[in-house]
């Protein structure tokens, strides 16, 4: 090998290193869950009931969403089910955009029972929030799916990894707003 191609490989050298470096983080980044307390839904997340509304309240109003004047209902059903209060409304913010982009007057952010030719209505969003939270513990957790990871394949088998790291996301910034803002690829 020539010296005149061996000084440009050592010169290439460190932009090839950051490059492995940074290939790496990311890697390691996308296949960990986000936060360690979000990894269990039913496990109690260390903050008190108001603490979750004002979070809750923040991350909607930050959104634009129409749910912001529904936090306390979603701390409320979390708490009578057992689930952890970001996963309802990260779930709202992967189907209809934090309930932005929903079937007009079905009050249903969640794409509960829509498929097809298929839609399920609410009266509200309270109903919505109520019912769904009632179901994700009876049909989701219950049975042991109590992850994202868990639950995506079931609750929507034809896009399941994209739907778990959206919802995954969605949970990490409602905990921790200062989040790089990338909601735009999942809400506009």
Do not use: H
Request: proline fraction near 6%; include cysteine; charge should be positive.
């Amino acid at each position: 090998m020539s010296k005149k191609i061996l000084k440009k490989q050592l010169k290439i050298l460190p932009f090839v290193a950051i490059f492995v470096w940074m290939a790496i983080l990311v890697t390691v980044e996308n296949n960990r869950p986000l936060d360690a307390s979000m990894s269990f839904i039913g496990k109690e997340i260390d903050t008190g009931r108001e603490e979750k509304i004002e979070s809750l309240e923040k991350f909607f109003e930050a959104q634009k969403s129409p749910l912001k004047e529904d936090a306390d209902t979603f701390v409320r059903v979390a708490e009578k089910y057992g689930l952890d209060y970001r996963l309802l409304p990260a779930i709202s913010c992967m189907e209809s955009s934090c309930g932005k982009r929903m079937l007009p007057n079905s009050y249903n952010p969640f794409g509960w029972g829509i498929y097809g030719k298929n839609a399920i209505y609410f009266k509200s969003f309270e109903e919505a929030i109520e019912t769904v939270g009632k179901g994700i513990s009876e049909k989701y957790v219950a049975k042991g799916l109590d992850t994202p990871e868990k639950i995506a394949p079931v609750y929507t088998p034809p896009n399941s990894i994209n739907w778990r790291n959206g919802v995954n996301f969605f949970i990490s910034k409602i905990e921790n707003p200062k989040l790089i803002d990338r909601s735009i690829l999942f809400a506009s």
